[in-house]
């Protein structure tokens, strides 16, 4: 689809910063597209240098910002995520201390490129899967200072890596300063649920999303994901314990405080149907600075099925 504005990835830089000036202003509600174009510079020189010391190219800069008129601290930013276009190929690559296969790689960088044709993307010259775009790294700017776009997620949302950042489905950020300040970068053409490379089949792509503004609430203290089928409720929070705590007391509070449920109600149901799962790998914490790509906390999400809004039963 054509978006009504497109953000070239020329407009892309590192972090999250209430002090960069936005590269658009838009009036929310109206159904407006952007198209945030997102890039592949940094894997195509790790392709080409199999040298982190010789990268030009920033890793995971997001494009924006894009100014919401109206939109205040306190209020709740809802992105509607509409499409996502992939170029020719995607990119398998491996950064040395990072992922949950770092110790049993081979030493040195690796890098593939992975072509993509008529919605297939081919990872091996034996295995091809067809393409499930998705966001890794979408979010607002916070109060004060910088946050990053490599790791850690935020409550203001970041490089979150979850799969349900896809086409049909509707990310919830609170917002932080006036006009939000919204940003997207990091697009994957293919992810597996918790990103054990902590790359993914990264692509260039252009993310076309529009923005609803939620003045006055729900108060988030963290993203939360809309898909047709449900709701999930991020949890931040170090140790894993402590994420998947804060999870489901969102999803709680969720069911409780905006729906109306009585606590024990709420209590049996996510007992039954509320599916917790680890998130993307980049953690809740930041990290030392002496092992940058290793994650503090954990990112967690937590389901509700909308059947059960309803009363109905959830699959």
């Known amino acids: 689809m054509t978006p009504d504005h497109h953000l070239p990835n020329t407009l892309g830089v590192p972090g ?4 960069r000036e936005p590269v658009l202003r838009i009036t929310p509600g109206t159904g ?5 174009e ?5 894997y195509v020189e790790l392709d080409r240098h199999h040298d982190l010391a010789q990268l ?27 499409d996502i276009e992939l170029t020719t190929h995607g990119w398998s690559v491996s950064l040395p201390g990072s992922g949950a296969l770092q110790h049993v790689m081979p030493e040195g960088v690796f890098a593939r490129r992975c072509p993509i044709e008529d919605g297939v993307v081919h990872v091996t010259d034996r295995h091809a899967f067809p393409v499930r775009p ?3 790294c979408i979010g607002v700017a916070p109060a004060e200072g910088t946050n990053s776009t490599i790791m850690p997620a935020y409550a203001e949302g970041g490089n979150m890596d979850v799969t349900e950042a896809r086409p049909g ?7 932080r300063v006036p006009g939000a300040l919204l940003s997207i970068g990091d697009v994957h053409a293919i992810m597996a649920e918790g990103e054990s490379s902590f790359v993914a089949i990264e692509a260039q792509g252009t993310a076309i999303v529009s923005v609803d503004l939620l003045q006055g609430g729900p108060v988030l203290r963290a993203p939360r994901i809309e898909t047709p089928e449900e709701w999930l409720f991020v949890g931040l929070g170090d140790p894993v ?16 405080d905006e729906h109306g449920w009585n606590a024990e109600d709420a209590y049996a149901v996510l007992s039954a149907v509320g599916d917790s799962k680890l998130g993307g790998p980049t953690g809740s914490g930041d990290p030392d600075p002496l092992h940058p790509f290793a994650a503090v906390g954990a990112v967690t999400l937590h ?8 009363g109905g039963a959830a699959g």
Not at 38 to 42: E, I, K, P, Q, S
Not at 303 to 310: D, S, T, Y
Request: no cysteine; hydrophobic share 45%; net charge negative.
């Open 303 to 310: 389901r509700v099925p909308k059947a059960v809004l309803g």
């Open 241 to 256: 314990q402590e994420s998947v705590r804060r999870g489901y007391e969102d999803a709680f509070a969720f069911l409780v």
């Open 16 to 19: 999250f910063d209430p002090a």
């Open 134 to 136: 998705m966001i890794g």
């Open 56 to 82: 030009q190219a920033p890793i995971n800069p997001v494009t924006g910002p894009v100014y919401v008129e109206g939109a205040m601290p306190g209020d709740t930013l809802a992105v509607h995520i509409h």
């Open 32 to 36: 407006e597209t952007i198209g945030f």
């Open 169 to 175: 489905s509707t990310v919830y950020l609170p917002v």
């Open 38 to 42: 997102t890039t592949d510079a940094v």
